[in-house]
């Protein structure tokens, strides 16, 4: 191998990192819903836009063609994001949240579509179909390889950060309680807890987490556009990620990203490969594939790679 | 005149189509108790079929259509067993997931085999549109769709009413637990509501295609809508899908007209969130139905 | 050889066994009557004999064969039919397609049947067209109890039948139960209605805590003084 193959490998691995890392947040939030409380949010996508516009809004250079002029920083920008989902998904946990999960699963997808719609309709702002672009990208100024060695660190930091904070959730009342209403809420009831409230909490936090992931892949591709959020694929790779890394484990959730990402990577270069008839055809395969990996999950694995493990009941420090 | 010609109809012709799909889901929802994400794919499939065997046999598509019927029943009896029976003791949540997978193998299945372009039934003749009255315009295919629909909805009635197999599926959809105590095999009341649902969803398919065109995503925009139609009728209750379906098109295709003022009420680009909005309203504020379906 | 016999039988739902080992009998022509306070394991009793129940242990035989664990839809096709204490019918049905599905697995013209049932349950006869759901608590009792006559059974199961009636039906249910065990067909029957239980009872076992606790003939029991404390009145 000639350095320049290597060097070549090693990009391509942090961009790897990079991606698995964004999905990586996006399963611990599905994993604060879902693992840790059973809501059943089949959403992501449009949390995903949400924050990934908002970031662009306020980040790119003013624009005749769509919302923008406010130049933030980026760290600003993805702050914003969080807030702004976080503000949106809590008047949707208003509305939904006592919904049994089919129907949790149905009203969320449906929310997301609307979102969607709206951000994709409402061109004053978002410019449409067109999208958004020019957004700016931390550590861009900086030299190749650094620039993306350094957004990869960032996401692996924010990954890192979040993992732990969840972690200490996870073991606090307030992490316990979430599973106890998952698992049992009538008794959660006849106890004096507040259980929509505690799920009200739950969805926010996943959604949050989300809207971040959205707002990160936007900068990263300093583009956002209906497309690039294909609602189908992106919420349904983090439940692939999630089911197979292991729901109700955060570091299950973290893996499931890292693992599915890169086999998703790789057959598309793999298939990238192939003539040009062939490879459209072999997209389709790719998610074909991965749907048959979810079956064989289900019906094998259900647990996952790395299992829930509940927490015992002696609390260590 | 407009209003009957370019928003009336249109949504007659679209509800008959969503109350032909929303059947289908609310008897699955009913009887096997889940969500199936993957019953817009059952549209598509069937859709595609039709289009193959016509492609095949140089006949109309209504004439083949019972022979995609069989097919897709196939498909969808085959899908069942094996993705959906291994859940049968689980809790819903474990096979809606599997049916979003479903659904994604399912339209990757069809873009592999078909592609992504469009497709159309017809082969580019235009007809004429029947005038009545100096001033009603009805194309022979909207005329041909509705009494289509009328009559396979006719048809449903007299099998749930009428047949052993129908009167077990209502039972079935009123207590699996008593029906298995009553020894009805459940399993063959299984395959039967697969055979309906699937039937129905590709009669629904071939009307949009042929009211519209083919294409592979046609399945999941179709998805929501026939949601919403089967959650306002109420769950479980085949009747009032079809009520659900007719309502849901009406107010999507009336939704667009200029009710105040010359604007549309609704810029048409947010048609599609009709469907989502009233489910959503529904959800929150009757989720039972209009027809007092199964909440679960 | 007894209709149906239980041998210490023990299981439960879920991971914590509700029956320890009972046993019971009913013999031909007999009406076999189970009391006991609440969460004595009556009602799981009878759902384990067909095959709800996860058993842990002991053995079920109908009329020597055995049919331990056997799934519900085999046990109605040897002649057990059950009749649960909620969820008995099928509301949105009506009366007619009710009965007709207590048919379900008969092969043969049953239009005679369905007559003797209406002859048996005249109310019903009024009410072919209704839906279940819209009837009073002891018609739908009616409905339910008709359903499982529908097949002729060899052993009919009854759990709690008058649970929840008013006086006038009670009475009515405990007349037809004698109807029915007149016409040959032994009944085994769950009660909270202690004394007038018994009293159509040709025998009856007392169950407490998922155990046997007494057994004997029905006036026998009726006469304990026992019994007469654990339902006061009952």
Redesign the interface.
Known sequence: MDSAQAYGYMLYFVSLMTMGGIYAIMCLGLNIQWGFTGLFNAGIAGFFAIGAYVTAILTTAASTSHLGGYDLPVALGLISAMAVTAVIAWLVGLLCIRLRSDYLAIATIGIGEIFRLILKNEIWATNGARGIAKIPLPFENLSEPWNKIGFMMLVLVIVAVFYFLIEKVRLAPWGRLMTAIRENEYSARAAGKNVERVRIEAFVCGSVLMGLAGGLTAHYIKFIGPGATEPLTTTFLVWVMLIAGGSGNNRGAILGAFLLWTIWSFTEVLTGRLPAELAVKAAYFRIFLIGLLLQIVLQRYAGGILPERRPSLNIKA | MDFINFYLIPGLVLGSIYALGAIGVSLVFGILRFANFAHGELMLIGAYITYSLMQFTGLHPLIVLPIAMLFTSLVAVGIDHTFYKPFRASKSTIVIVASFGIALMARSAVQIIWGVDTFSYSSGRIQMPMILFDTLRLSHKHVWIVCCSVALMTVIHLILTRTRTGKAMRAMSDSAELARLTGIKTENVVKATWVLGASLATAAGVFLGWDSHLHSMMGFYMLLPMFAAAILGGIGQPYGAMVGGLVVGLAEELSAYPWIGDSPLLSPAYKAGVAFALMIIMLIWRPSGLFKGRVF | MPVLSIENLSGGYGEADILHGISLEIDAGEIVVVIGPNGAGKSTAMKAV?GLLRLSGGSVHLAGEEITNMD??EV??KGVC?V?QT???????TVH?NL???A??RKDDFRPRLEEIYEMFPPLAEKKRQAAGELSGGQRQMVAMG?ALM?EPTLLMLDEPTAGLSPIYRNEIFQIVRQINDSGVPILMVEQNAKQSLAVASRGYVLVDGQNRTTGKGTDLLNDPEIAKMFLGG
């Open positions: 067909f519900p839809a109605v096709n059950y649960p969820n008995n019918v099928f509301p949105t049905l397609e007709e599905m207590g379900y697995i359903k097949l």
